[in-house]
């Protein structure tokens, strides 16, 4: 998931680009509702600072703690919070309970191996021991919680490929942009990508009426139709995807194999 995730924000990065050590939290279980889904990461530093987050907000600051413990003596660890947890000071506020295990000193070398994935938009699943905090990359296949392990599907970021030119395309960008997915501005008109600079898109200048070469649509690239004719695009997407794999659908040209959606953004356990 081309890489537009900062250091700041994203665990894995940050895991990678750590100048001191540090211990990876993974939410392993979850009884009833939970605000992070299975497989969500965070990563915590021997200083207690931490980038990621398993909740709303009620539990990172305890997970600071042990996972600093944890730190210390390397050692894995799991913790339970709110429903049958021992830290009956600490509330979930949405009532359920969840599972995290705390990774001391992660395996650089397969974070390594997710972080190249997803920088060629490739979809990889990591599997980790509860008991030894051993991380290995395990075929493409779905999250889930085994009886000894975790598998996590990480899966490329949504990305917009914005077609057009004018207000439609410029109005449409700065939609997705703000609402935080990335958004690359595709157009012959220099305005159109002249707001698209300013908004932070990335932009790229079409000399024909098809997709620019370099320019991949995988599964989970999303391409709204402005000023594109919708025939030209879907030939396009054929020619510069795996067969069968993109069908159109009213005013989108999307992958079939997953849905499409505006209205809130795809959660999984991708990270952050």
């Not at 001191?20 to 497989?39: D, K, M, N």
């Not at 309970?97 to 001391?104: A, D």
């Not at 000399?207 to 991949?216: E, F, I, L, T």
């Amino acid at each position: 998931m081309i890489d537009l995730n900062s250091t700041g924000t994203d665990p894995i990065i940050a895991a990678l680009t750590a100048t001191q050590p540090c211990t990876f939290a993974v939410i392993v279980g979850i009884e009833g509702p939970s605000y992070r889904p299975l497989g969500a990461m965070m990563t915590i530093f021997a200083s207690g600072d931490y980038v990621g987050t398993l909740s709303s907000g009620c539990v990172e600051a305890d997970i600071a703690l042990h996972a600093v413990d944890a730190l210390a003596e390397n050692t894995t660890r799991v913790l339970r919070y709110g429903a049958g947890s021992p830290f009956f000071d600490i509330e979930l506020p949405c009532g359920g309970g969840l599972e995290i295990l705390l990774i001391p000193n992660p395996d650089v070398s397969v974070l390594q191996a997710i972080e190249d994935n997803r920088s060629n938009r490739r979809s990889c699943t990591l599997e980790i021991d509860f008991n030894t905090g051993t991380m290995s990359l395990a075929n493409n296949e779905e999250t889930a919680r085994l009886e000894a392990s975790i598998k996590i599907r990480l899966d490329p970021e949504i990305r917009f490929l914005v077609f057009g030119k004018g207000p439609e395309a410029g109005t449409f960008a700065t939609l997705v942009n703000s609402a935080g997915y990335p958004t690359y501005l595709l157009s012959p008109d220099e305005e159109t990508l002249k707001t698209g600079s300013r908004i932070g898109c990335r932009t790229i200048h079409m000399q024909s009426r098809a997709v620019p070469n370099g320019v991949d649509v995988d599964y989970r690239s999303r391409v709204p139709e402005t000023s594109v004719p919708g025939a030209v695009l879907a030939a396009s997407m054929q020619a510069s995807s795996p067969a069968g794999q993109c069908s159109r659908t009213g005013r989108w040209a999307v992958s079939a194999s997953r849905p499409t959606s505006i209205a809130g953004k795809e959660k999984g356990p991708a990270v952050s």
